[in-house]
T-cell receptor, first 112, second 110 residues
């Protein structure tokens, strides 16, 4: 069983569209994260959710919004997509803040 | 402000050699220092981690050296193998705010 799974794996869409990326973890972890990895492979944290509460929110545009229906899921909604949003987005989870994070295999978002 | 500085950006070693990647941090409140390994098309995966109360941790061919006073930590890969070719990230965290280094692309030639 895949510990952290995210869908879709690839997402190609037009500028201005709205899209969502789904993430599910079956590890029973309390905290989930979303990261953005740019073309230079720099990993930047976007959001962190602990027990369904947003506990950090980096300076990302408000076009990005995380939604957590339950502890096992953290979805990412993106409105009015821009060219600069093209990147690989990773979902991750951990039990506690000072324990290993388990990452999904990423969603490659390409904006045309 | 980059709180974790990682070097080198890229590294090429011969099979059997030692690979060394260094990281320096600024925030003395960090209490967890993991290293992640990432292969193309995959998410990062935990390789080894250390907490600031120890100076060294070894797991197989991988060793973390930690210098609290210098605010530096490093990853040593002994007997490097072609299968170790990947991107390596150091990270540091306090609470739920992990900060990653910019990554090191390691290539191990056969």
């Amino acid at each position: 069983d895949t510990a952290v799974s995210q869908t879709p794996k690839y997402l190609v869409t037009q500028m201005g569209n709205d899209k969502s990326i789904k993430c599910e973890q079956n590890l029973g972890h309390d905290t989930m994260y979303w990261y953005k990895q740019d073309s230079k492979k720099f990993l930047k944290i976007m959001f962190s959710y602990n027990n369904k509460e947003l506990i950090i929110n980096e300076t990302v545009p408000n076009r990005f919004s995380p939604k957590s229906p339950d502890k096992a899921h953290l979805n990412l909604h993106i409105n009015s997509l821009e060219l600069g949003d093209s990147a690989v987005y990773f979902c991750a989870s951990s039990q506690l803040s000072n324990q290993p994070q388990h990452f999904g295999d990423g969603t490659r978002l390409s904006i045309l | 402000q980059q709180q974790v500085k990682q070097s080198p950006q890229s590294l090429i070693v011969q099979k059997g050699g030692i690979s060394i990647i260094n990281c320096a941090y600024e925030n003395t409140a960090f209490d967890y220092f993991p290293w992640y390994q990432q292969f193309p098309g995959k998410g990062p995966a935990l390789l080894i981690a250390i907490r600031p109360d120890v100076s060294e941790k070894k797991e197989g061919r991988f060793t973390i050296s930690f210098n609290k006073s210098a605010k530096q930590f490093s990853l040593h890969i002994m007997d490097s193998q072609p299968g170790d070719s990947a991107t390596y990230f150091c990270a540091a965290s306090k609470g739920y705010i992990p900060t990653f280094g910019r990554g090191t692309s390691l290539i191990v030639h056969p």
